[in-house]
C-alpha cells in the first residue's frame, strides 16, 4: 500500500544507522515490525500462570510412542540358560 507520511528527520537518520537499511522504506517497515512483534510478546506474556505445560522429558515421550513395525513392546522371556552362560 502507497502512503506518504512526514518522519521527523533526525528519528529517520537514527534508525537509518541503527540497522542495515539501504531505503527509508526498509527502514520504516522495519519499526512496524518491532512494534507489531512487541505487542504479539506482551500478548504471550500475559498468559503467564494462565496455561497448563506438560513437559515430558524427551526419554519418556519417546517410550510413550506405538511400537515400530518389527518390534514388540512386549518383554521378551529369555531362558535361564541363556542368562547363566552370560554372567560367567
Do not use: C
Not at 23 to 32: P, Q, R, S
Not at 50 to 59: C, E, S, V
Amino acid at each position: 500500500m502507497r502512503t506518504n507520511i512526514v518522519i521527523e528527520e533526525a528519528l529517520l537518520e537514527a534508525a537509518m544507522r541503527a540497522g542495515p537499511f539501504k531505503t527509508k522504506k526498509e527502514a520504516v517497515e522495519a519499526g512496524l515490525k518491532l512494534l507489531a512483534r512487541k505487542a504479539a510478546y506482551r500478548d504471550i506474556l500475559a498468559l503467564h500462570g494462565k496455561l497448563r505445560w506438560d513437559d515430558i522429558p524427551q526419554a519418556a515421550a519417546l517410550s510413550a510412542r506405538e511400537p515400530q513395525p518389527g518390534y514388540s513392546a512386549e518383554p521378551v522371556a529369555v531362558p535361564e540358560s541363556t542368562l547363566k552362560s552370560r554372567r560367567k
